[in-house]
Structures are given as structure tokens and as C-alpha cells.
């Protein structure tokens, strides 16, 4: 069931990513790249992860107000009048049925008050705060799990950080590179 | 470090308290990341407190004060050394004979007390990530207390008060 899901899953991200690379409508490129963000978050409510689906799905959504908003300023049309009929019950019954999905998730989360540790006595958790002491020397668990044990983890997460902050430093540079030491600098122009 | 009759900042009990907290949270700082592997603290939320020690220094003294303490050049070689540092402590197990990122130290001097050297490779990997977590959140305050908009003209337009200040050109 889970499989076969996941397999339907990925033909529809395969089918939205080419309509995204091969339309001529920047709008319905974004909304393309947008919906691979909610099949992928879907894949997550399936094997098991639902707080990764909605970070998954908080950062699809936000990434597609950015694009919409910074790169299809020119050619946005607005629509006027009333909502469609057809619009609203397609984003209903969408709704509907990412709504089965986070239920069949959470269903398949453990009871409250027990959790997975107590039920499975060779999952992760276990190993953590039996064996995290003797095997890293760290008396600190939440840092043995960050440095050691999901470090590269932790080295993405970094790069990530690294790469946020000289693209906002690169973006936010008010003088250009290109211009030569001699020439006009902001202090010239006033 | 300036005069407390400096024109620029706040006023001057702004300044004097600044000056006698900042060494007491930058020592917090230091403690947060040194001894993250034995106390709840890690090298993020040290360098998030290196950062904030930046911070205060600039809405306190001004942006000159900083900008020639710890300047922009000295925030991008210890951003990026840091971000290289840690690659080279992943990349050092496999010299070793382990594997990547895999805790060499841990195994060559095994430790089981509450030592300060202790836990391997984890203290140098938290110091890393401090410096790399307090240098970038710098740059990113300091690129945005630089720049100010400002009409010349009739036009308002973005410049970059870095070199000069914007008050005496008024």
C-alpha cells in the first residue's frame, strides 16, 4: 500500500517536474515546482515522518509566495470577479485528501504515554541514552547526537547556514565588484 | 575603544553599562562553548551569545566602534576558516582509519570521567561551530546597520555609511 503509493507519488513529481521546465507560463512553472513540494511531503506523512511533512510543507508554501512574488512581478495577472466553482472544489477535495493522509499518519504514531523506546528495545532512542556515554565520552546526549552520531547532519545544516548568509551578504552588497578602485563609489554619487 | 563623550551610540549610561556587561556575556560565551559537551549548551547557542556581545557593541558605541574592533574582513576569514575546520575534522578520521566523521579522538584517548578534555572530537567541533554561528550572524547585522536610504535629491536611494557617517554630510 505504502509503496505503491510512494510509487504514484513520484510519477506525479516526475510528470510536474517537466510541465515546470517545458511551459512558457512562469506562473505555472512555480505552481508545478510547488505541488513536487506537496507529493514529497506526502511521501514523508506515508513512511512515517510527519514532522518533517510539515516543515516539508511550511517551506513549500513559502518558497512559492517568494517566487510568485520576486520573479513574476511583470506578467501576474489578477483576477476579478468570483471564485470559480470548479477552482474551489479541485483545492477542496486536494485538501481533503492531504487531510486522509496526515490522519492515517498520525494514526500510525505510538499510543500517548508510551513511547516507541518502550515498545522496540533496539530503536535508536534506546541506544542514545543507554550507550551515548560510553561510546562518545559526551555527557551531554543532545550534543553526542548532533556531533557524533548525525554529524553530517549537523555539517548540512551548516552548509546550509554558510550558504544562506553570503547569498544574503552578496545580495545586500550595496557596491557593485566590477567597478574599479578609482572610479565612483557611493560616497562620489551624492 | 571610544570615549564615553563620543558623539555616536546612546547615551552614557547605556554606554557604561555596556561596557561593564559585555565582558561578563562574552565570558558567558566562552563557557557555553567549552564546556558544551559536559553542561546543556552547545556551540550554537555560544556562538548566538558571541554574536549578541557584536550586537549590544553596535546599538551601544555605534557601528564605527565595531567596525574597527572586529572588522568586516576579520567576520568573513573566521566564517569561512570555521565552515573549512569543520570539514577538516570530519576528514581527519579517515587518516585515522575510520571513517567519516567518525569520533578518532574518542577512540585514541578513551575517556569516561567528566573531564574538560574529554568526548574526543566534540569540544573542537562546538568551538568550530561557534565561531562559524557568531561570525555570520555578525555579518548579517552589521551589512544591515550599514546601510541606511537616503534622499538626495528627491530621490531616495540606498547607500552604504561604512567609510563615512550620514549625520555630519546633513
Known amino acids: 500500500m505504502v509503496e505503491s503509493t510512494i510509487a504514484v507519488m513520484t510519477i506525479f513529481m516526475i510528470i510536474a517536474a517537466i510541465i515546470a521546465l517545458e511551459t512558457t507560463d512562469l506562473l505555472s512553472a512555480v505552481i508545478s515546482v510547488g505541488a513536487i513540494g ?11 515522518a510527519p514532522d518533517i511533512a510539515s516543515t516539508q510543507l511550511v517551506v513549500e508554501v513559502l518558497t512559492i509566495i517568494i ?52 515498545q522496540f528495545p533496539d530503536c ?13 565520552g559526551s555527557r551531554n546526549i543532545l550534543v553526542s547526537i548532533i556531533f557524533d552520531y548525525r554529524g553530517v547532519d549537523t555539517f548540512g545544516e551548516l552548509c546550509i547556514l554558510f550558504a544562506g548568509i553570503w547569498g544574503a551578504f552578496a545580495i545586500m552588497r550595496v557596491q557593485s565588484r566590477k567597478k574599479k578602485a578609482g572610479e565612483k ?6 | 575603544m571610544k570615549t564615553n563623550n563620543d558623539k555616536h551610540g546612546m547615551s552614557l549610561i547605556v554606554k557604561n553599562t555596556a561596557k561593564m556587561v559585555m565582558g561578563l556575556i562574552f565570558l558567558f560565551g566562552i563557557y557555553l562553548t567549552l564546556y558544551g559537551h559536559i ?43 570555521a ?3 569543520f570539514l577538516l575534522i570530519a576528514n581527519l578520521s579517515i587518516l585515522f582509519g575510520g571513517k567519516f566523521f567518525e569520533n578518532f579522538l574518542a577512540k585514541l584517548f578513551p575517556s ?11 569540544p573542537l567541533y562546538n568551538l568550530v561551530v561557534a565561531i562559524n554561528i557568531g561570525a555570520g550572524l555578525f555579518m ?31
Open chain 1, 38 to 48: 506537496v507529493a514529497v511531503s506526502i511521501c514523508f506523512l506515508l513512511v512515517g
Open chain 1, 67 to 118: 517566487l510568485i512574488r520576486a520573479t513574476i512581478r511583470h506578467d501576474l495577472i489578477t483576477i476579478d470577479g468570483d471564485r470559480e466553482f470548479f477552482g474551489l472544489t479541485v483545492t477542496l477535495a486536494l485538501l481533503f485528501v492531504f487531510f486522509l493522509f496526515g490522519l492515517k499518519a498520525f494514526w500510525n504514531l505510538p499510543e500517548f504515554g508510551k513511547p516507541a523506546m518502550t
Open chain 1, 124 to 136: 535508536a532512542s534506546n541506544r542514545y541514552l543507554t550507550k551515548s556515554f560510553q561510546e562518545t
Open chain 1, 185 to 190: 563609489t557611493n560616497e562620489d554619487k551624492q
Open chain 2, 39 to 81: 553542561t546543556p549548551a552547545s556551540g550554537f547557542s555560544g556562538g548566538v551569545v558571541f554574536a549578541c556581545v557584536f550586537i549590544l557593541m553596535t546599538l551601544a558605541f555605534g557601528k564605527n566602534v565595531v567596525l574597527n574592533t572586529l572588522g568586516k574582513t576579520t567576520a568573513y576569514i573566521l566564517n569561512c576558516s
Open chain 2, 83 to 85: 565552515a573549512l575546520l
Open chain 2, 112 to 122: 569516561t570521567n567528566h573531564d574538560f578534555f574529554s568526548a574526543g572530537c566534540i
Open chain 2, 140 to 170: 548579517v547585522f552589521i551589512i544591515l546597520a550599514v546601510r541606511r536610504v537616503v534622499e538626495i535629491g528627491g530621490k531616495r536611494r540606498l547607500i552604504s555609511t561604512e567609510f563615512f557617517d550620514t549625520t555630519e554630510r546633513k
